[in-house]
């Protein structure tokens, strides 16, 4: 077998991984011995500030939380982080001098609990946080004010993103969390719903504060839906930048 063959071979092994992995359903016991990405908490990033993003991102499990978490629900989180808005009067990272990242940094340094429910719930894609790899992917939950009974539509509210990562994936499997039965619907790779034949739960998620200023756009943040891409997905996606990633812990409140 020539090189060019054997190349042609590792390619379409790596599209069926990606492939595969693109319609995950349910967190995993996810190994991550051999991941070649566990020693790059930075990812595959190529700026400073999707480096400074991905470190908050990749932060790992620790050992035990703390005694006292802040519990808040969709008001009052976000309540609490267009107050960090307002004194950051920023978009991006790229926008804020050294005493501003000082002052972000304790913001992000945050562990707190959020309740609400979780509509919507699905696999991320391939990005740079996780170097790439689409097998070893977040997840992102969705949390709602209300619940719905029914995937995102036009005039619906916005939800709370609140992310999974590969380095906390195994520990909330371990712990006994799975979001087929939490989520109301599961979003597939080709961004079509499917119904988990329940209604959403209410939930707690507790974890980081992290700002994902890469999604702060007037295009994906906003209090209600406004319109349905072609893409079939919902915009604006998120009520705010600011998110719960990773989460540490998740447990259903009804």
Known sequence: MNWATIRLVILASAALVTRGSAQDTELRDLDLNHWFCLSKPAGAATQPDEQERNLMKNRNFPGVLPVTVEQLDVVSF?????????????????????????????????????????????????????????????????VFPEPSDHPPEIGDPTPIICEVTPRTEKPLYDQGARVLSLAAFIRLSDNSYRPTGHQSRKIRVTGYLMWDDLHNGPKEVGTRVTTIGSDKLHHPWRATAWEVHPILKLETIE
């Open 78 to 142: 976000l309540k609490k982080v267009a107050a960090y808005d307002a004194r950051l009067t920023a978009k991006h990272r790229t926008d804020l001098d050294g005493a501003r990242k000082q002052q972000l940094l304790a913001f992000e340094n945050q562990i707190v609990s959020l309740t609400g429910w979780l509509v919507l719930a699905y696999p991320g894609l391939a990005e740079s946080t996780n170097c790439n790899d689409g097998t070893f992917h977040d997840w992102h939950l969705e």
